[in-house]
């Protein structure tokens, strides 16, 4: 009798202790629907570029793949202040089931877009508008469906779901580039160019039409969303109203982040790429080799992204993001320096490990402080805008980067930028408050530390 008290004890604590049904799935759409995001943001980048020539002509290669992801971007800020606005209007599921399928369908039309043979530049025209349409849904997607994730989570588990959903970005990145080295080891090039690249626009189609099926069936509104009628202006309180400084706040330490994301991984592959300094200024890494390096760097970096987000439960947002933003001004630029300067392959990776590591990990805790930064009515447009809009000075790189390269050498400037975005992120989290972990409650501001 004892033994079987101790047992339904024992089911009944387990049971408690595991989430509610409607927590797991909205938590599960989050990570996939994240993943499927992230999938659809990096393909054009990865999966176009071997079949640039046969879809666009031979001329000003580069300046066509730079419009491609200039056009994404634009799209992005506009869909999270859009899409935003109307979850926290309408509700996160509704919102996030309407974004998906303007993903789905955004996605497949470029699979179907002629090459220039064809239409001539009515190809690349055709693709930039189909990109800007796409990336406005795309910001919708994560501005309603990560929100939503994060109210339907318990406290003591938010910063590990947050660490789960954004460590999607790198395995998306990583399995698009595995998917482009296997379709291009077994097909010929002209196969790739033809068709080969169409599948993988197919399969992104295919993933967010599965994400909408799966929101449809599956996943219900998240309990702290109300409808009262005091959401008239979510997008005009955060830009403008009493949320403002919650915004501009969260814009500084983000710009902070995403300034890290693009100098310790494109302009770090392509420093390496052009055998700039590479293994000790002895040799080269070729494409593939520098293809291996990134993949071991990405998935270092997703595993700690997870277990950041996990820590920041225990350390709180604001003293995580001020500590690893102290950190990565101190160690970012050692360990750009030292990948260039590594003397053989072994050493080389292991700097790309820890740079990535001391740099993009701090993504983690950012579904859960962006959300808690925000109360209800405002969250969806708070999260949206705050995480969409601070990619874009950090993606102008570009055009700031060779001006400051010129004064302080190829690799010190990245340096520099490195330094910049640490102490970025440290300065934007000390302006805010830490929020306490409780419950996400209704209209009030999440209760505050000092």
Partial sequence: MSRSRSLTAASNSAAESRPPLGTRR????????????????????????????????????????????????????????????????????????????????????????????????????????????????????????????????????????????????????????????????????????????????????LLAFTMLFYYRARVEESPQWQRPGQRAHPLKEILVGRHRRALWQVFIMMSGLWLLTNMAIPVLAGQLGSGAGALGATGTLDGRTLSCAMMIGTAASALTMAACGHLSTFTGRRRFFMGFGVLTAAAGPLAFLAVFTAPNLAQLVLTVVVLQVVTVSAYGPVGAYLVERFPTSVRASGYGVGYSLSIVIPALYPYYLPALQSVLGQQGAVASLLALGGVLIAVGAFLGPEAARVDLDGESQPQLRN
């Avoid at 993903?103 to 039309?109: C, G």
């Avoid at 954004?166 to 379709?183: D, E």
Wanted: charged share 10%.
């Fill in 26 to 205: 909205a938590v599960r759409g989050g990570i996939f629907g994240n993943y499927v995001d992230q999938f659809d943001i990096f393909l054009p980048v990865i999966a176009l570029a071997p079949a640039s020539a046969q879809l666009f002509g031979s001329d000003n290669l580069v300046g066509n793949a730079g419009l491609i992801f200039v056009a994404t971007l634009l799209g992005r800020p506009i869909g999270a202040a859009i899409f935003g606005s109307i979850s926290d209007r309408i509700g996160r599921t509704a919102t996030t089931k309407v974004a998906l399928l303007g993903v789905a369908l955004t996605t497949l039309l470029i699979a179907l877009v002629p090459d220039h043979t064809v239409l001539g530049g009515g190809t690349l025209a055709a693709i930039l508008l189909l990109r800007f349409v796409g990336g406005i849904f795309l910001g919708g997607e994560y501005t309603s469906a990560i929100p939503l994730a994060m109210e339907w989570s318990r406290p003591e588990r938010r910063g590990l779901v947050s660490g789960l959903i954004m460590w999607m970005s790198p395995w998306a990145n990583a399995s698009i580039a595995g998917m482009v080295f296997v379709l291009q080891s077994v097909l010929d090039a002209a196969a790739y160019n033809q068709w080969g690249w169409r599948t993988l626009f197919v399969l992104g189609s």
